[in-house]
């Protein structure tokens, strides 16, 4: 399944929001379309198969790699790799403890 294939399966839990940051992946016309009947700018690149390139914030969009590097560094956690805890709300908190480790050093 593509990724735009099962952004649909959630889009409806999406929160307000003034941008979504997304990358080629997520390119096809009718996200694109529902993102702005929702009031949601989309800030994602085109795909290389795009006749005509869409236009995007590229300024916007090299910011996100410090969401992909905070994930990267959530996973040098073992506990967290492999999620070792059954139950949800254990496994939300060692995300939690892990990223207050990482903010702080």
Request: aromatic share 12%; charged share 30%.
């Amino acid at each position: 399944m593509s990724d735009h294939k099962g952004a649909s399966l959630v889009f409806d839990a999406l929160p307000s929001a003034k941008t979504l940051i997304a990358d080629r992946g997520y390119d096809s016309a009718w996200f694109r379309e529902a993102l702005v009947a929702k009031g949601i700018e989309p800030c994602i690149p085109s795909s290389r198969s795009r006749r005509i390139p869409s236009p995007y914030d590229k300024m916007l969009y090299r910011q996100r790699h410090k969401v992909e590097n905070l994930f990267a560094r959530l996973k040098d956690r073992r506990r967290i790799a492999t999620r070792y805890d059954r139950c949800a709300h254990t496994f939300f908190s060692a995300i939690c403890i892990a990223a207050a480790v990482i903010f702080w050093l």
